[in-house]
């Protein structure tokens, strides 16, 4: 343990660390988050979570071009022109880059250059290189940020936002992109969504750091509460998550929006033989890399971690790649809290009632969550994508690059595996004892079987008559 971060002993208002631990549970070893040292360490919020508080909106004015390239790339891509314009700029010494506030919107502006560089022409006209004076500073901002030279959750959400009215409050009608690609206003709803949702996170973060404490300390009534915090604060991130469509055109995002977040590693460049992008200046090999994707918002997967939701192993493996492209502050934090004490196991421990409710409290709001979620996709990508027949029988791929409808309801139907049984012989009672909806889905299919069944006796009978 380092020597700045808290012991248990030190965090406990009573004394009981030293005795009547959980059965199974060695606490002695357990890094602990402390909410004081959460903003020093992990660079978050309680009332930003991992958004970035005040990000830079401008530049010296050394990097004006690329700013002016940043500042018109609607119109650039739009009329085509933003290859031109590239291609025209010179090679700008990316050490003159002083303070990390403006590495990273340095980052963030040469990602958004670079989806505009590639997607210009749609799949059809896919250039095989970044131009140098793209690549090479993107790459040493990549290098010095300690983040991937692509479009993330990072560059597209957490450090990519402005209030539009400083004297109004952060709400998704006073917020605004710093620099945008081309799909107007509903990409700016689209971001500023996720950016409210990631916002509503930070009371939840800072309560897990209180509910891991209060499990090394033994304190019930502090878990207790610290777990209905966390509740209340994912039941308001899916309250954000719902507001997607009240700005956001499902068509405008499917035709307009998505293409253009969409990597390197999209299956169009294999399609033309490219296994990605060749950076010049910095490799001759093509960079496959992924494209901006929410999938990559350390929210849920701090949630998964704190609460000892374990998916299966082929979602793990396409959560932990998601995991490649958090700012490396953050992912320390997610390593933190699955290291911390296990709050899960502390409560199924316990068999302490208001306990198990409080938890199964969170697993319904985080089920929750994933369920609209589930909804907006089938809403803003599987529906659109059922109007050209092209589409049938497509398997889908996110921008981030996954077949991603068995991976979402693959996690969906780990949160619901997660609950507290009142029945502990019943692996599928939710909340209250209620059936899960995979329980559910199990008598529905043993009903069709059942009636597929009749059907085809009545037919063979009457046949025989
Ligand atoms: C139009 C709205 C949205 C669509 C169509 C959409 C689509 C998707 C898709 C396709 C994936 C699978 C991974 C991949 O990208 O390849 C995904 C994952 C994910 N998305 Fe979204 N998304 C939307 C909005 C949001 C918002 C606003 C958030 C808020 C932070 C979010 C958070 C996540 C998370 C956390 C995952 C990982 C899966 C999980 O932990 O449940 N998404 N999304």
Known sequence: MSSNRPTQGALCSNDSTTEGKPNGMDLTETPLLARETLHERFEVTEEFGFVSECPLTTLPEYFQPWTDIANNLQQLVLQKKIREAVEKLPLIDHNKLTTKAEWITAHMILAHIAQGYVWQNGEEGIPKVLPKSIAVPFHACSEYLQIPANMNNFNGVLVNWKLKDCNKAVNVENLDRITTLIGGDDEVWFFMVALMVEKKFGPALYAI??????????????????????????????EQLKRMKEGNDPSKFYDVIRPCLAGWNDPVFKKRGVDGLIYEGVSEKPISLPGGTSAESTTLSTLDAALGISHRPEDEIICEDFKKYMPPKHRELLIAVTKGPSIRKYVLTKRNPDLDAAYNGCLEAVKLFRNTHLQLVARYVIVPSRRNTSGQGRVFVGTGGTGFMQFLKGLRDSTLQAFIRKDPTDENFGIDGRKSSITSYRLLATAGVISVFGIACLAFFRKCR
Not at 211 to 232: H, M, Y
């Open 209 to 238: 750091a209180d509910a891991q404490q209060a499990v090394s300390c033994q304190d019930d009534k502090k878990l207790e509460s610290a777990l209905r915090v966390i509740e209340t604060a994912v039941h308001e991130m899916e």
